[in-house]
């Protein structure tokens, strides 16, 4: 048989989070230590009659709260003999401010605070649920100050720079008093019920749950939290909507850059005024007199084109989501739509919608064999010869271009191209290959390459782009004739000429032995060096000039063929 102190922690009123307090501990096994004392002895039954009608034992009752007392006290009443951690001063704070606010039952919300709210808060963070409770309580108050334009200032400091806004600040700043209290009581009360762990959604909600426990939440996460707490607080637990609602919420939010607190409040204030249109989203986004604001533009104008598509024929939506929940695109499938000219859609007949929906999934089959979840499936050596073969791709990143990375960043990597003009030669790609033969096809199209302008080396020669141009993919792009390859962002680093480094890598892909000899600047000495015969080729006013080893022009050549036909004349191998 359990012991008593079991039979009590098994308890349903019996909240998990205490059996970690001392006091409480101490209490439990005092219980035990009595019970097994007092089983050696014949006590009545009527054990707990006497305590009731004779009362040897009494308590006396005193509200503290009627006493108006300072902490110092409470603290000398702490049997634990420390200061008052910062969340029950929080607790006392709070205590006060809802005192002052009507329309809300602050004993009711202290109950919760204590069981639970907090054996919620237990279960994600045992071992420091009461700090987990206060950050996720904050992110929620910070959100409802997120609302307001005018609290912009203290919003920046308290998120920026750790300045916490306390109860009493709130007199000063912008917040209904009773709305805010009611969207966390409502939210909280919702969580601990467990009521959103079973909803679809696209969004991730118990990892946003926990990033808001944290101190290291991102303006991104705050956003898709307070995406959350609009909806119950319009909604309450009425999930019928709640799907297309997150969905929605998802592709505006990871496809807007969070750079300053203004981007974050706007959003923020965005969802508010969204949230009263989740019930009909798709005609109020469809809606062309509807202007809508708060997220990035282009992610805006791309929801409003997929609510005219889900309109016209319900059949999108699946093909839709398909797309937007692949991990690499998250809901940016601009891309998609511009390939089937889905601008037009409002001359399309039935039969057309039908057709456009077999050429949307053809290239998204296409695009995912090239772009995997989390990288590419090819590599970028491949895809940017490949892509050169259709135009001029990169992307221009202050005073150079890029022919794009790996991974998320901002400004230059694949996913960035994804929302770029330019992508329209990745269709004019995608239109020559099929989903099963998508490697073989790059390095095909590469093969019969007709191009004959400045790309044409970068094509020709893999060894460019595998060796060259940095981490970054950068080159200087003064004119057809005055190419840098540059290791970093600016010309004051190492680079290389471009043409003379196309000599060079095609000398190595002959096996003839040669180095490049690199320099810092753009305008000092940049060469390729025979190791036979120490010749040497520059590249420089459109032509090629090769030197001897005292470095006495021996030739000047304009054709990139022939100066690599006398190169390799120079180092012993018959060209003819």
Not at 83 to 107: I, S
Not at 238 to 245: Q, Y
Not at 551 to 556: L, S
Not at 561 to 573: F, P, Q, S, W, Y
Request: hydrophobic letters at 35%; charged letters at 25%.
């Amino acid at each position: 048989m359990d012991s008593l102190s079991e039979q009590i922690y098994n308890e349903s009123d019996f909240f998990y989070k205490w059996a970690y307090d001392p006091t409480v501990a101490s209490m439990l096994t005092m219980i035990d230590a009595i019970h097994n004392y007092s089983k050696e002895y014949n006590l009545s039954n009527q054990l707990f009659g006497i305590l009731k009608v004779n009362a040897p034992i009494t308590f006396q009752f005193i509200d503290l709260d009627s006493f108006q007392l300072e902490d110092t006290l409470y603290i000398k009443m702490n049997a634990r003999g420390k200061p008052l951690t910062q969340f029950e001063n929080f607790k006392a704070r709070f205590q006060q401010y809802l005192e002052g606010v009507d329309m809300v039952d602050g004993k009711e919300i202290l109950f919760k605070i204590d069981t639970v709210w907090s054996d919620f808060f237990w279960k994600h963070q045992k071992k420091n649920y009461d700090e987990s409770f206060l950050q996720f309580f904050y992110a929620l108050l910070y959100n409802q100050l997120a609302r307001h334009p005018q609290n912009r200032n203290d919003l920046f400091a308290a998120i920026n720079g750790g300045e916490v806004i306390r109860f009493d600040d709130l007199t000063m700043l912008s917040i209904e008093n009773e709305q805010w209290v009611k969207d966390i009581e409502v939210t909280l009360d919702i969580l601990s019920e467990q009521k959103l762990d079973n909803q679809q959604s696209v969004i991730n909600i118990k990892r946003v749950i926990n990033e808001a426990m944290t101190h290291g939440i991102n303006y991104e996460d705050r956003v898709q939290l307070y995406g959350i707490v609009a909806y119950v607080r319009h909604f309450n637990d009425d999930f019928a909507v709640f799907s297309r609602w997150m969905r929605f919420v998802r592709n505006v939010i990871v496809n807007t850059i969070y750079n300053r607190v203004e981007d974050y409040m706007q959003s923020i204030q965005a969802i508010d005024r969204l949230v009263t249109h989740a019930e009909n989203l798709n005609e109020y986004l469809a809606d062309p007199n509807v202007k809508l604001s708060g997220f990035f533009g282009s992610q805006l104008s791309q929801e409003k084109l997929k609510a005219n598509l889900f309109l016209g024929d319900e059949a999108w939506e699946n093909h839709i989501h398909i797309a937007e929940d692949y991990r690499y695109f998250e809901g940016e499938i601009g891309f998609l739509l511009t390939f089937i000219d889905a601008d037009s859609y409002k001359e399309w007949t039935e039969g057309e919608h039908k057709q456009k929906q077999s050429s949307f999934t053809s290239y998204y089959e296409k695009a995912i064999e090239i772009f995997g979840e989390t990288k590419l499936n090819v590599s970028n050596n491949l895809l940017s010869r490949a892509l050169l073969t259709t135009g001029d791709y990169l992307i221009k990143t202050g005073q150079n271009y890029s022919f794009l990375i790996e991974g998320f960043d901002r400004d230059i990597s694949w996913k960035r191209y994804l929302r770029h003009d330019h992508v329209r030669y990745l269709k004019q790609l995608l239109d020559k290959v099929t989903p099963d033969t998508v490697e073989k096809g790059l390095q095909q199209i590469i093969d019969e390459s007709k191009v004959t302008d400045w790309r044409k080396y970068f094509i020709k020669y893999p060894l460019i782009l595998a060796k060259k141009c940095g981490n970054k993919r950068l080159i200087r792009f003064h004119d057809e004739n005055n190419i840098l390859l540059l290791d970093t962002t600016m010309t004051s680093g190492y680079c290389q000429e471009y043409y003379s480094y196309a000599i060079y890598a095609a000398l190595q892909q002959k096996g003839i032995t040669c180095t490049y000899r690199e320099s810092v600047g753009a305008y000092n000495e940049k060469y390729v060096e025979l190791d036979q015969g120490g010749y040497t080729l520059d590249f420089d006013d459109e032509k090629f000039i090769v030197y001897d080893a005292n470095e006495n022009i021996i030739d000047k050549i304009e054709d990139f063929n022939e100066a690599l036909d006398k190169m390799c004349e120079l180092a012993g191998i018959d060209v003819k």
